[in-house]
């Protein structure tokens, strides 16, 4: 059976990523619209309603209006943009964060796919907090850092087009001082904190690659949970998935550094538990594309679950 996608916002940056993907697949149909319609929308409307699975690549304003559009109860959806990630309704689209989430997407309307930084800190703490290992109500901070790709044309073009403008040679850039990122609700949601977490994000002059990283004082924490024991129970949680893997202890012990840029065009995302035993202290650390297990391949292994087929079959560029 073939199934008929469309993707809304196709010539964007996370659009562009996921059509790469799914190219050459002869169980996909693609619903595209020319340059000219892209904006028309009645044509829009029309394939909308025409498709099996809609993939939402659209400012949030946009997403929602394209929902609203929806009239064909079959219709299916998968939002790459922030607008539902917690709304109700929608599925979080995030396969490894449970055990029972695959089946949930599979049979889902309604998929909301996750942050690129709340994939990385989601997979880090759940895990601990769903062992005990980190209270619900602790305060917890999340560090991360990536490539300027994840803020779409705009940002892309701030650090590569000289004559864009606010073109910048920035090396490195803090941004969210305000600390109201939009990925903080869905990092506590699905992380299952009480309390927001503190969320630093950052962009460094590379287009695209992540390290999301939550230190962590053991010693301040109920239980003085050892450095093994959070390695153990990440190691568990992943145990046979496909794309979240935790380094062995042998591999952490043996790495100086993280490059952040090391997974990209891939849908893995890969976990490191580092510690100080002596200190009590961690450094809980996922490195992942922003752009693949962040945005589009996650996408892609979405609509595979949704369709029945390989959940590996064009995730990877």
Same mark, same amino acid.
């Given at each position: ?9 196709e ?5 562009l990523?996921?059509? =790469? ?5 002869d ?34 304003? %946009?997403?929602k209006?394209?929902?609203?559009l ?21 599925v ?58 994840g ?5 892309i ?5 000289t004559? =864009? ?8 850039? %803090? ?5 109201a990122?939009?990925?903080?609700p ?20 590379? =287009? ?29 949680a ?26 990209n ?36 292994q ?16």
């Amino acid at each position: 059976m073939v199934t008929k996608v469309f993707i809304d916002g196709e010539a964007g940056t996370t659009g562009l990523q996921i059509r =790469a993907r799914l190219n050459g697949r002869d169980d996909l149909d693609f619903i595209s619209l020319g340059e000219a319609k892209r904006k028309d929308a009645g044509a829009r409307k029309e394939a909308l309603n025409e498709a099996d699975i809609v993939i939402l690549c659209l400012p949030d304003d %946009a997403a929602k209006e394209a929902v609203s559009l929806i009239e064909n109860a079959r219709t299916r959806v998968i939002d790459a943009s922030t607008a539902h990630r917690v709304a109700d309704g929608w599925v979080y689209g995030f396969p490894e964060m449970s055990s029972a989430q695959r089946q949930v997407i599979s049979g889902a309307s309604r998929v909301t796919n996750p942050g690129c930084y709340p994939t990385g800190a989601i997979a880090l703490v759940k895990p601990l907090v769903d062992a005990g290992l980190v209270p619900e109500g602790w305060p917890l901070t999340v560090n991360a850092v990536s490539g300027y790709s994840g803020g779409g044309k705009q940002m892309i073009a701030e650090f590569e087009d000289t004559d =864009a403008p606010g073109h910048t040679k920035e090396a490195y850039r %803090a941004y969210a001082l305000s600390l109201a990122h939009k990925h903080v609700p869905e990092m506590q949601k699905n992380m299952g904190l009480q309390n927001p977490p503190l969320f630093t994000p950052n962009v460094g002059r590379y =287009a695209q690659g992540m390290i999301v990283e939550v230190p962590l004082q053991l010693w301040a924490l109920p239980g003085e949970p050892e450095v093994v024991a959070l390695h153990e129970t990440l190691a568990e949680a992943y145990d046979g998935q496909r794309f979240v893997s935790v380094a062995p202890e042998d591999e952490i012990a043996a790495t100086t550094k993280l490059d952040p840029e090391q997974l990209n065009g891939t849908n893995e995302l890969k976990l490191f538990v580092f510690g100080n035993p002596k200190t009590k202290q961690a450094r809980l650390m996922a490195l992942l594309d922003n752009l693949g297990k962040g945005a589009s391949g996650q996408a892609v292994q979405c609509l595979n679950i949704m369709i029945g087929a390989d959940e590996a079959l064009g995730v990877n560029l």
